[in-house]
């Protein structure tokens, strides 16, 4: 299993650390890089972005993490690609009225990252570089990698209909 991972200009320093830590990690993922593949403050984050995309849907049960400054533009992109399921972090502020997987309220800032993966079965994680540290990033990482999809039939069924 691969784990695809690009960004632009805005991402690249932090890609390349977490290239390593990802690495590091152990998770039996091959690490393939998409770009950007030097610091190029004029590139545009869908030259990058759409490869790994394409990869990831090519690639059936690999992931991608994909790096911007909010990683909402990113995740736009990506979403384009048939197949691609792209989920935004950016915050790890609580929404005042967050529920968790179970239905119940949460304050857990991270609740979102294990919706998209046990509801939505997320192949691709996009993060922003702008908003988030590089420690809150690794753990949001992980945690989107550690977490299974349910594979409901509710689920599979609403992600049959994108």
Same mark, same amino acid.
């Given at each position: 299993m691969k784990i695809y991972i690009g960004g632009d200009h805005t991402g690249y320093e932090l890609k390349?650390?977490?290239?390593? +830590?990802?690495?590091?990690?152990?998770?039996? +993922?091959?690490?393939v890089d998409k770009g950007a593949f030097k610091y190029d403050a004029d590139d545009d984050y869908p030259d990058f972005i759409r490869p790994v995309a394409e990869a990831v849907a090519k690639d059936q049960g690999?992931?991608?993490?994909?790096?911007?400054?909010?990683?909402?533009?990113?995740?736009?992109?990506?979403?384009r690609i048939p197949g691609i399921r792209a989920a935004v972090f950016y915050s790890?502020?609580?929404?005042?009225?967050?529920?968790?997987?179970?239905?119940?309220?949460?304050?857990?800032?991270?609740?979102? =990252?294990?919706?998209?993966?046990?509801?939505?079965? /997320?192949? =691709?994680?996009?993060?922003? /570089?702008?908003?988030l540290s590089e420690d809150q990033i690794k753990f949001? =990482?992980?945690?989107?990698?550690k977490t299974e999809f349910y594979g409901d039939e509710r689920h599979k069924r609403r992600i049959d209909k994108f």
């Amino acid at each position: 299993m691969k784990i695809y991972i690009g960004g632009d200009h805005t991402g690249y320093e932090l890609k390349e650390k977490l290239k390593i +830590y990802l690495s590091e990690l152990r998770l039996g +993922y091959e690490i393939v890089d998409k770009g950007a593949f030097k610091y190029d403050a004029d590139d545009d984050y869908p030259d990058f972005i759409r490869p790994v995309a394409e990869a990831v849907a090519k690639d059936q049960g690999s992931f991608g993490i994909i790096l911007g400054g909010s990683g909402q533009g990113e995740a736009m992109c990506a979403n384009r690609i048939p197949g691609i399921r792209a989920a935004v972090f950016y915050s790890e502020a609580v929404a005042q009225s967050a529920i968790n997987i179970k239905g119940e309220k949460s304050v857990d800032s991270y609740e979102i =990252i294990k919706l998209a993966r046990t509801h939505n079965d /997320a192949n =691709i994680l996009s993060v922003s /570089a702008r908003f988030l540290s590089e420690d809150q990033i690794k753990f949001a =990482i992980e945690l989107f990698l550690k977490t299974e999809f349910y594979g409901d039939e509710r689920h599979k069924r609403r992600i049959d209909k994108f």
